[in-house]
């Protein structure tokens, strides 16, 4: 299965695996809803796409990305196959039939290669646990029936793929032999020309040639292709490469040998590399010789925080707040020890692959070194997802919190995991401040920019999860939260010492320094020249000189928290 191109929608597929199983439900339906009414031939804003699956109108960097729609569908297959795996239930608690590929394939009397055209088509799958108690992709009954009723041709022309009789299947083979010595045409457009004829779709023409040739060795029907490849060919063989189909079945089916196979495989994984956008936070010991030893050589139960030692990934599979919650009551506890070195790693993997994609030639990719910067980078996702899951339950607390203004607490949970995330990104972890702190920071500073006062009122349900979670946080060490507080208190301090009461009343009003960390109440420029009677100009300019005196006197990390 190929990677998710639109980077905005593989994000939010990222940032959903940290939502509550209910809500990661909904969002399913609704990115199913959402494919219904894609056109492949309309442009649509990466906003409009996120809002139909979240409900939240998120400010991102790229929020007037446009995708066009057929790029659209295939993400939306691939972004539904994924997050319906996290969230795989037994086909016996299913109120419908349930189709495997094959039992779909055999009941409707088709390939499995068309029925997984047929998904590129539209028709929605979701991945679920069968008898043999594998996760699989499977197809609901309503779901097929809905997608023939309204693709009556494709439903047509698939009844006839498999009904040739051995007099019809010769006669193919007879065309092909004919065209393939008396024209220049290509293996498609010979094809193309059977099916034409013979009133049988491409995909039965194909595949009765090709099982000819298998059966036939020594009589082949067409000469191998030694022309350029067409880029839509070349997309095909990658994705096919990406759904496990083997060289060897790509050599026959391209007519091409492995060495071309390769080629075009090894560059399309180096233009998905080079697409990327990585970031790591830089330090001057990924400089020093021998490094690469001392960070990543060392046995992993040494190298490896004690904490994450045979712990498995966190799975939630609770329907309400409170039994997501007692998710995370095992989640692994982070120390200074074990924060510095996982974001020493994780930065470090991430500097390695930009390093080696430096000297990558898309014309040269090497597939050894394409696998090594792969590795680094699963290397790197795993280790986030360490740092995620140990923090899982700071976001909870951060958010119970912001219940009092009247939020909802689902959507308080999930904003603040988008928040954990985008920190791990940012964190310095050589400056000497604890994680916990930064990441806190950044959740309640994204709380009061981002969730209206207007969210929704808790209810009933709510409160009765909310008052369980209450309990079952009791006994939290809240070490974290003091820490914030005496940052609060003493970037107060730093400011009553250093500035004039009107620089003090310009940046407490415009950095939302008035009442709790949780909900910050921020004034335009225009509000405060009102308030002082001074131009918005005027107020500028102090609002400049004050932050000069500031960044003297606070450190980097009080500097960012106050400005960032």
Known sequence: ??????????????????????????????????????????????????????????????????????????????????????????????????????????????STKTIYRWRKQGMVARKYIFKDGKRRLGFLQSTVDEFLSSHPDLAGKAKNFTRLTDQQKQQIV??????????????????????????????TIRYTLLNYENAHPDKAIFKKSTGVIEPAQAAEIYRLFKQGCSIKELMERF?????????????????ALLARKIEFVASDEFLEQDVKERILAEPLDKSEPSAFRNVEPIKLTGSSLSEYVHTLTDAPVLNREDEVELFRRYNYLKFLACQSLAGIKLSKASGTMLSKIESYLARAEDLKRRIIEANLRLVVNIARKHTLSGANLLDL??????????????????????????????????????????????????????????????????????????????????????????????????????????????????????????SKERIRQIELLALQKLRQSLSPEEFELLTG
């Open 1 to 110: 299965m190929r990677p998710i191109k639109s980077q905005n929608l593989a994000q939010l597929l990222m940032q959903l695996r940290f939502t509550p199983e209910k809500k990661r439900r909904k969002q399913l339906d609704a990115a199913e809803k959402l494919v219904a009414i894609i056109g492949k031939d309309k442009e649509y804003p990466f906003e409009f796409v996120c809002f139909r699956i979240t409900g939240f109108h998120l400010k991102i960097a790229n929020e007037g990305e446009l995708i066009k729609g057929g790029e659209l569908l295939e993400d939306l297959r691939i972004f539904i196959s994924k997050l319906s795996g996290k969230l795989a239930r037994p086909v016996t608690e299913q109120t419908q039939k349930i189709y495997s590929i094959e039992e779909l394939a055999k009941t409707v009397g088709v």
């Open 174 to 203: 007879k065309q092909a032999v004919k065209l393939a010595a008396g024209t220049n045409l290509s293996r498609y457009q010979i094809i193309d020309r059977i099916s034409a004829k013979t009133g049988k779709c491409h995909e």
């Open 413 to 534: 949970v999930s904003e603040g995991n988008i928040s954990l995330m985008r920190a791990v990104e940012k964190f310095d972890y050589s400056r000497g401040f604890r994680f916990t702190t930064f990441a806190s920071w950044a959740i309640t500073k994204n709380y009061a920019r981002k969730i209206p006062d207007q969210i929704g009122r808790l209810g009933k349900a709510t409160k009765a999860s909310l008052a369980n979670i209450h309990r079952e946080l009791k006994t939290e060490d809240a070490a974290d939260f003091a820490a914030i507080e005496r940052a609060h208190q003493s970037l107060a301090q730093v400011i009553k010492d250093n500035l004039t009461k009107r620089e003090q009343y310009v940046i407490v009003n415009r950095f939302g320094l008035v009442g709790p960390p949780i909900k910050k109440e921020t004034k335009t420029l225009v509000q405060i020249g009102r308030e002082l009677n001074l």
């Open 255 to 271: 007519d091409r040998n492995k060495s071309s196979i390769y080629r075009i495989i090894n560059l399309r994984r180096a233009k």
